[in-house]
């Protein structure tokens, strides 16, 4: 029974990855691979993989644990672009390790552990795809606020927070609660940075709660 490990990722808090680790488990099951471990996490897709923990945690541990392949839903959940989604499939390559996509039944490498020339073209045209609906989509937000932000302008309307607002320190340790902890510990604020994705000034002021 092949060895195999899941990838789940979405990209805001608002969605949820347990679909598609209900989907994937079931897919192994009815083909009889055995899942070892699970990796999944919601995350920015702005981040680079050396900033996601579940991505360099899942190459050092199919590096060190025979695993056969690693199966995703969506080509899409790799990386934020073609470049940083391919990196991770060389990466697992390299290792003779395959990246299934369930959606295209789609395997990086062949049977006997060489590199898929058909799926290392379908893989660079799908990631192309989604990067250029991700710069879509992006376009059509900036443009849709820069049309709100001109209305309310004509129309006389203030934005923004309230000159008085200002969020209260047991707000700041409930909304910041990993960071605080990271920063107790003596983690640098860029370290902190990469590992939760924090702005330096927003922890910069959890520093200042802290002393």
Not at 4 to 25: C, F, G, H, N, W
Not at 99 to 113: A, Q, S
Request: glycine share 4%; with cysteine.
């Amino acid at each position: 029974m092949d060895k195999v490990v899941i990838l789940a990722r979405v990209s805001t808090d608002k969605q949820e990855y347990q679909r598609q680790l209900t989907e994937l488990r079931e897919y192994c099951s009815k083909v009889g691979w055995e899942v070892v471990r699970e990796f999944a996490n919601k995350v920015s897709g702005a981040k680079r993989n050396k900033e996601r923990p579940e991505i360099v945690e899942l190459i050092e541990f199919v590096k060190s644990n025979d695993i056969r392949r690693v199966v995703c839903l969506e080509i899409s959940r790799l990386g934020r672009n073609t470049l940083e989604a391919l990196r991770i499939i060389q990466a697992l390559n390299e290792h003779k390790v395959s990246l299934f996509v369930k959606n295209y039944n789609l395997e990086t490498l062949t049977p006997d552990g060489n590199v898929n020339p058909v799926a290392s073209l379908i893989t660079t045209i799908l990631l192309e795809i989604a990067q250029m609906e991700r710069l879509t989509i992006k376009e059509r937000m900036a443009s849709g606020r820069n049309q709100y932000i001109a209305k309310c302008r004509a129309e006389g309307i203030k934005m923004g927070r309230p000159s008085t607002y200002r969020k209260s320190e047991s707000k700041y340790r409930e909304q910041y609660a990993k960071e605080i902890a990271l920063l107790h510990k003596g983690i640098s604020l860029r370290n902190v940075r990469a590992i939760t994705g924090t702005s330096i000034n927003t922890l910069r002021k959890l520093c200042q709660i802290l002393k």
